[in-house]
C-alpha cells in the first residue's frame, strides 16, 4: 500500500471535530487512529469541586491556642470584666429589689455565664497551682484558661481544687471536682446538695 | 434569642436566664473583635457555646441575629471588617462573602419578600427587660 500523502481525510476530519486539541495530543490521536476507538466529544479536565468540610474540634483548638499568645495583656480584657460585673448584677438582683436572696443567689451561680469573671485558686493538690489569680476567657469540660496579672495564659485544670469567686459583698466558692461539665450543659444539669464521698 | 424581651404585669417569660446568656455570649464575641491586634478565634469560640447553647435549651435565635454569624466557620460578620457586601444583577441580589472561609450569602432584593417574624400582624407580645 502507498502511503497517504499529507493527511488522510480521516485525520483531518478527527482535527476539525474535535476541540480544544494540542499538537502533541493530536499526534498521540493519530498514532492509536489504526488501533483504538476516538472519543469526538471532548473531555472537559473538570476541576471536581470538594465540599468545605468543617474544621475538627482539634484543629480549632490548636487555632485558638495559636492566636491567644498574641493577646495576653491582662489591661486589655477590662471591658469584659465591666460587661460581666453588669451582667451578673442584672441576674442577681431580680426585679429592682436592693438586697440579694441567698436562695437563689447559689442558683444563679451555677447557672450563670462565667467568661470574664476574676477567679482565684484557693486550695488545690499541686502547691504551685495556689495563689493564682485571673480573668477566665475560655472555659471547657475539663480546664479553664486564664490571663494572669503578669500577662501570661495558664491553663489551669478543675480537679483537685477549689476556686473562689468576689463580687461584691458576695464570696463565692467552687469546688472543682464538681463542677467538670461543658458550660452548655451546665444550664439543664441539677446539683445534688451533698458532697459524695 | 426572641425579640428583645421583658417583663410586663402579667406576662410571663419562661427559659429567662438562657435569654440573658445568650445576649451576654453575644456582646462578648463583639468585643473580642475590637481587641488590637484581631483575634477572630476567641468570637468564633464564643459564637459556637452560643449556638450549642440554643440547641441544647430548645431555644430558637431569631433570623436577623442568625444573618450575622456565617453559616460555615461561625465568624461574626461585620461589614467592612469581616465580610464584604457587593451587588449583583439579573436577579438583583446582594452578595456576602465571609472573608474567613470564603462561604457566601445571597438575598434576592424583592419587595414583597418580608420574614414571618417581621409582620406586625404575628407579634403577639413585646416584653421589655428589667433595669434593677
Given at each position: ?76 480584657y477590662e471591658p469584659l470584666r465591666k460587661m460581666w460585673s453588669e451582667y451578673i448584677r442584672e441576674v442577681l438582683y431580680v426585679g429592682g429589689k436592693k438586697q440579694v436572696d441567698m436562695k437563689m443567689a447559689q442558683e444563679v451561680f451555677l447557672k450563670a455565664d462565667l467568661h470574664g469573671a476574676v477567679i ?60 467538670c461539665i461543658k458550660p452548655s450543659q451546665r444550664l439543664t444539669k441539677k446539683f445534688k446538695n451533698y458532697i459524695p464521698v | 434569642m426572641g425579640k428583645k424581651k421583658g417583663n410586663q404585669s402579667g406576662s410571663h417569660l419562661q427559659k429567662k436566664d438562657v435569654y440573658q446568656r445568650l445576649n451576654y455570649l ?107
Amino acid at each position: 500500500m502507498e502511503e497517504p500523502k499529507g493527511l488522510s481525510f480521516v485525520e483531518q476530519f478527527v482535527k476539525e471535530k474535535v476541540p480544544d486539541l494540542s499538537e502533541k495530543k493530536l499526534e498521540k490521536q493519530l498514532v492509536n487512529l489504526y488501533q483504538k476507538p476516538i472519543l469526538l466529544l471532548c473531555e472537559k479536565s473538570g476541576k471536581v469541586k470538594k465540599k468545605k468540610q468543617k474544621k475538627s474540634l482539634r484543629q480549632c483548638k490548636a487555632d485558638l491556642k495559636r492566636a491567644l499568645t498574641q493577646n495576653s495583656n491582662y489591661a486589655e480584657y477590662e471591658p469584659l470584666r465591666k460587661m460581666w460585673s453588669e451582667y451578673i448584677r442584672e441576674v442577681l438582683y431580680v426585679g429592682g429589689k436592693k438586697q440579694v436572696d441567698m436562695k437563689m443567689a447559689q442558683e444563679v451561680f451555677l447557672k450563670a455565664d462565667l467568661h470574664g469573671a476574676v477567679i482565684s485558686v484557693v486550695l488545690s493538690n499541686c502547691k504551685h497551682l495556689e495563689k493564682t489569680k485571673g480573668t477566665i476567657i475560655t472555659e471547657s469540660k475539663n480546664m479553664f484558661q486564664i490571663v494572669t496579672l503578669k500577662n501570661t495564659i495558664r491553663n489551669i485544670p478543675k480537679k483537685n481544687s477549689v476556686f473562689e469567686i468576689i463580687f461584691e459583698n458576695l464570696r463565692v466558692t467552687i469546688f472543682g471536682d464538681q463542677f467538670c461539665i461543658k458550660p452548655s450543659q451546665r444550664l439543664t444539669k441539677k446539683f445534688k446538695n451533698y458532697i459524695p464521698v | 434569642m426572641g425579640k428583645k424581651k421583658g417583663n410586663q404585669s402579667g406576662s410571663h417569660l419562661q427559659k429567662k436566664d438562657v435569654y440573658q446568656r445568650l445576649n451576654y455570649l453575644y456582646q462578648a464575641a463583639h468585643f473580642a473583635i475590637s481587641m488590637q491586634p484581631v483575634n477572630k478565634e476567641l468570637s468564633k469560640y464564643y459564637t459556637r457555646t452560643m449556638k450549642t447553647l440554643a440547641q441544647k435549651n430548645v431555644v430558637r435565635l431569631h433570623p436577623h441575629v442568625k444573618r450575622t454569624i456565617c453559616k460555615h466557620c461561625d465568624l461574626l460578620l461585620i461589614p467592612g471588617v469581616t465580610c464584604t457586601y457587593r451587588n449583583k444583577g439579573k436577579p438583583k441580589q446582594t452578595v456576602v462573602t465571609c472573608q474567613g472561609c470564603g462561604t457566601f450569602r445571597r438575598y434576592l432584593l424583592n419587595i414583597d419578600n418580608k420574614l414571618w417574624h417581621d409582620k406586625p400582624e404575628n407579634i403577639a407580645n413585646v416584653v421589655m427587660c428589667n433595669k434593677s
